[in-house]
Every structure is written in structure tokens, then in C-alpha cells.
């Protein structure tokens, strides 16, 4: 399986929503308080204005997967694969991807109750900082960071 990871077009932020979007339903922990499709559509380009690095992972010509990420903030925003690519491998290149742009540290959050990706993250060397409830949806959120080994 060959996919390449690239900068996202504008004209692909509607793709790239519905991927955010199914990627979080299959979670299985969504509620009443998430955002819409249309809400994450309306949010991505907002974000991207605002210091996003987003990207595309492309396989077969469909986007399979999506990565957004603020490298001066060392933040690690989203990070999405479509179900039907799931345990294929794009997660983890998407993540080497990132570490490549930010080598030293990341950080980010993800919600407590997705037990599947805090697995993986601490299984990829993140380490859990902190719990706190999320302002909007009030779920908790789990803060792991990254660090390079010296």
C-alpha cells in the first residue's frame, strides 16, 4: 500500500471534515455537545487561518486520512483516519510525519473515553500530563506529551 502525506487544498476541506467526521462516530464515545459535519466544514478553514498545518493523506486517489497540527506551539490538533483505512498503517506514518516537523516535543489531547487512541499514543512514547474537562463538550480530556529521547 503506497499513500502520500501533503499539504490539504481548500478546495478538499469538505472531504477532509466528513473523514474528521466518521473517523470520531466510530470512536463510539460521540454525544449531543459534538460538533456537526457542516460545524467542522465551517471550523477547518478558521483553523487553518489561525495557524493550522493541515495535511492530507492520500491513497488510491481518496483522502484516507487527515493530520492538522501547529508546529510553533509543538501542538498536535488532529489526527483522523478514515474507518475504512483503519490498521493500515496511515496513523503511524502521519505521526512520524509530524515528529518530523516537530522533532523535540508535542503535545496534545484526546478524550479520556477513547481508550483505543490513548493505547496508541502511550504506546508511541506519549506520556499523560493531565486530565481536564473540556469547556464546551464537558468530556475529559487526556493531555499527553512527547518528548525526544537525548
Known amino acids: 500500500m503506497t499513500f502520500a502525506i501533503r499539504p490539504a487544498r481548500e478546495d478538499e476541506y469538505g472531504t477532509i471534515a466528513r473523514v ?3 473517523s470520531w462516530l466510530s470512536i463510539g464515545i460521540a454525544n449531543e455537545k459534538d460538533a456537526t459535519l457542516a460545524e467542522l466544514r465551517a471550523r477547518i478553514p ?3 487561518e489561525s495557524g493550522w ?3 492530507a493523506a492520500e491513497l488510491d486517489g481518496e483522502i484516507a486520512a487527515m493530520l492538522a497540527f501547529k508546529r510553533k506551539e509543538n501542538y498536535l490538533d ?3 483516519v478514515e474507518p475504512s483505512y483503519h490498521g493500515q498503517g ?3 506514518a502521519l505521526l512520524v510525519f509530524a515528529r518530523e516537523a516537530m522533532p523535540d516535543e508535542m503535545w496534545l489531547r484526546t478524550a479520556e473515553a477513547n481508550i483505543k ?3 496508541w499514543y ?3 512514547g506519549f ?3 493531565k486530565l481536564e474537562q473540556h469547556p464546551t463538550n464537558g468530556r475529559m480530556m487526556a493531555y499527553y506529551r512527547w518528548k525526544r529521547l537525548r
Open 46 to 48: 478558521k483553523e487553518v
Open 20 to 22: 474528521w467526521y466518521d
Open 122 to 124: 502511550e504506546r508511541e
Open 78 to 80: 488532529q489526527l483522523f
Open 90 to 92: 496511515i496513523g503511524k
Open 117 to 119: 487512541a490513548i493505547a
Open 127 to 129: 506520556v499523560r500530563e
Open 53 to 55: 498545518e493541515l495535511y
